[in-house]
């Protein structure tokens, strides 16, 4: 380390230099250097450890203060870059924002909600209700007919069941108890667990997929009359009640399908009782009423559609059976006498049917049964289409019913049945670690930006 000394009134200091002294650097006031096996040798290694690390520790200033004496300056502390605070921060928010779920999950209370009937809460035409990471208690109707069996990654197995009263808004997952393979799975009406968003969940995309490949729909059985009232009102989407209380709003793409009874009648004879074609269709005739034969499809019955009353098909099968000579053995289908209610079915868009006065119109479209019989000379001859267009007397609708395809909706909710808040211990208390370290870079981020700006 450098000296100071005063002479004649200035001031002069004394470094240590590279390489020997000689006569051109030495000081003529000095006293002569001892001789030293080393003379003229830089300690490197002290070079290093004193006047380096008193300078990198001290400073410039501190170095000059201890060389004249004074009591150097605190070594400055280290302090760490500022972007490593602000990396920390920014890398806390994505687990903060994912487990948040988990953490909220993991504050509810231990007693689930009630929330009573699934058909009060998916209302068609209503938003539904918010029931993300609740604890709740709903009762439905699983779907058994498409309920689906997935294995986890842990190797359980869970049944996922779409809930009939929540259209395509509301599934549940239920375990499946180990040793259950082989045996008839039962199916609860009742689902208590944690609800979460259905698009979160890991089968979400192969749920959509199913019902999308499989066209799956949602049934509602209505009245005929509850259609005409609903295309009456002149709204696009058919709004209306099912037979079991159930509202249903018909879009214009969903199908209606028509159950129609008209005032004809079926008429079966057996070969047996009436070998001739021409005495069968004689004592078809004589029943009085309008008719048509409708060929030989069955080798064993002779069919015809007869427009004969409801009132009056008991007597014109008796009236046909009194023309069978001999005993008739009704477990045998070519013999006897059948006469049955002629049903036809026909189907189209919710938003092509129109009333017209008393009568359902529709386009023919691609229905293939055929359009019905009128009576034309005294005969049932097949009915023609009016513009192709197909036309039914309400009164002759038997039954309907809307078939609105089911859609998955991936804001609709899926119920975890069986899982707990107190399940969710370690993701609440690791939620609540990374954010005390999300706070504490934080603070000291601000600390640091604020002595920058001063």
Same mark, same amino acid.
């Given at each position: 380390?450098?000296?100071?000394?005063?002479?004649?009134?200035?001031?002069?200091?004394?470094?240590?230099?590279?390489?020997?002294?000689?006569?051109?650097?030495?000081?003529?006031?000095?006293?002569?250097?001892?001789?030293?096996?080393?003379?003229?040798?830089?300690?490197?290694?002290?070079?290093?450890?004193?006047?380096?690390?008193?300078?990198?520790?001290?400073?410039?200033? &501190?170095?000059? @203060?201890?060389?004249?004496?004074?009591?150097? #300056? $605190? /070594?400055?502390?280290?302090? %760490?870059? +500022?972007? *490593?605070?602000?990396?920390?921060?920014?890398?806390?928010?994505?687990?903060?924002?994912?487990?948040?779920?988990?953490?909220?999950?993991?504050?509810?209370?231990?007693?689930?909600?009630?929330? &009573?009937?699934? @058909?009060?809460?998916?209302?068609?035409?209503? #938003? $539904? /209700?918010?029931?993300?990471? %609740?604890? +709740?208690? *709903?009762?439905?109707?699983?779907?058994?007919?498409?309920?689906?069996?997935?294995?986890?990654?842990?190797?359980?197995?869970?049944?996922?069941?779409?809930?009939?009263?929540?259209?395509?808004?509301?599934?549940? @997952?239920?375990?499946?108890?180990?040793?259950? #393979?082989?045996?008839?799975?039962?199916?609860?009406?009742?689902?208590t667990g944690r609800v979460t968003r259905l698009g979160d969940a890991g089968a979400f995309?192969?749920?959509?997929?199913?019902?999308?490949?499989?066209?799956?729909?949602?049934?509602?059985?209505?009245?005929?009359?509850?259609?005409?009232?609903?295309?009456?009102?002149?709204?696009?989407?058919?709004?209306?009640?099912?037979?079991?209380?159930?509202?249903?709003?018909?879009?214009?793409?969903?199908?209606?399908?028509?159950?129609?009874?008209?005032?004809?009648?079926?008429?079966?004879?057996?070969?047996?009782?009436?070998?001739?074609?021409?005495?069968?269709?004689?004592?078809?005739?004589?029943?009085?009423?309008?008719?048509?034969?409708?060929?030989?499809?069955?080798?064993?019955?002779?069919?015809?559609?007869?427009?004969?009353?409801?009132?009056?098909?008991?007597?014109?099968?008796?009236?046909?059976?009194?023309?069978?000579?001999?005993?008739?053995?009704?477990?045998?289908?070519?013999?006897?006498?059948?006469?049955?209610?002629?049903?036809?079915?026909?189907?189209?868009?919710?938003?092509?049917?129109?009333?017209?006065?008393?009568?359902?119109?529709?386009?023919?479209?691609?229905?293939?049964?055929?359009?019905?019989?009128?009576?034309?000379?005294?005969?049932?001859?097949?009915?023609?289409?009016?513009?192709?267009?197909?036309?039914?007397?309400?009164?002759?609708?038997?039954?309907?019913?809307?078939?609105?395809?089911?859609?998955?909706?991936?804001?609709?909710?899926?119920?975890?049945?069986?899982?707990?808040?107190?399940?969710?211990?370690?993701?609440?208390?690791?939620?609540?670690?990374?954010?005390?370290?999300?706070?504490?870079?934080?603070?000291?981020?601000?600390?640091?930006?604020?002595?920058?700006?001063?």
């Amino acid at each position: 380390m450098g000296t100071f000394g005063e002479q004649d009134g200035l001031w002069s200091c004394k470094i240590p230099m590279r390489g020997p002294v000689s006569e051109s650097n030495e000081h003529p006031e000095d006293q002569e250097p001892e001789e030293s096996p080393h003379a003229g040798e830089l300690d490197h290694d002290d070079f290093e450890d004193d006047d380096l690390d008193d300078l990198d520790a001290f400073g410039v200033d &501190g170095v000059v @203060a201890q060389m004249t004496g004074e009591e150097p #300056a $605190a /070594p400055k502390k280290r302090s %760490r870059p +500022v972007w *490593v605070s602000a990396v920390v921060v920014l890398a806390c928010f994505y687990p903060l924002i994912s487990m948040w779920g988990d953490f909220r999950f993991w504050l509810r209370s231990s007693e689930a909600e009630p929330l &009573g009937d699934s @058909a009060a809460l998916f209302q068609p035409g209503t #938003a $539904a /209700p918010d029931l993300a990471d %609740r604890y +709740v208690s *709903v009762e439905g109707t699983p779907d058994v007919q498409w309920a689906t069996v997935l294995t986890k990654k842990s190797g359980a197995k869970v049944t996922y069941l779409r809930v009939l009263e929540g259209g395509g808004q509301l599934f549940a @997952a239920v375990p499946r108890p180990e040793g259950d #393979a082989g045996k008839t799975p039962e199916y609860p009406s009742g689902f208590t667990g944690r609800v979460t968003r259905l698009g979160d969940a890991g089968a979400f995309d192969w749920i959509a997929r199913l019902y999308a490949q499989e066209g799956v729909t949602q049934l509602y059985d209505v009245s005929g009359q509850t259609v005409a009232d609903a295309v009456s009102a002149g709204d696009a989407s058919l709004t209306m009640k099912s037979q079991d209380g159930r509202s249903v709003v018909a879009e214009p793409a969903d199908t209606i399908r028509l159950v129609a009874r008209p005032q004809d009648a079926r008429v079966l004879l057996g070969v047996e009782s009436f070998p001739s074609a021409k005495a069968a269709e004689a004592a078809v005739a004589e029943l009085g009423y309008p008719y048509a034969a409708l060929g030989r499809g069955r080798t064993d019955l002779r069919r015809y559609v007869v427009r004969v009353p409801e009132a009056a098909r008991d007597d014109a099968r008796k009236a046909l059976l009194a023309k069978i000579d001999g005993a008739v053995d009704d477990s045998d289908p070519k013999e006897g006498v059948s006469v049955f209610p002629l049903s036809a079915t026909y189907t189209s868009a919710a938003g092509e049917i129109s009333l017209e006065g008393a009568e359902l119109v529709f386009p023919y479209g691609d229905n293939t049964t055929a359009p019905g019989y009128q009576v034309e000379d005294g005969k049932l001859v097949e009915a023609k289409l009016d513009d192709g267009r197909m036309r039914i007397p309400v009164t002759a609708v038997h039954a309907a019913r809307v078939e609105k395809p089911v859609f998955v909706d991936p804001d609709g909710y899926l119920i975890e049945v069986g899982v707990e808040p107190s399940s969710q211990l370690k993701w609440g208390i690791l939620w609540l670690l990374v954010l005390g370290l999300a706070f504490t870079n934080a603070v000291v981020l601000y600390g640091s930006l604020r002595r920058r700006a001063v």
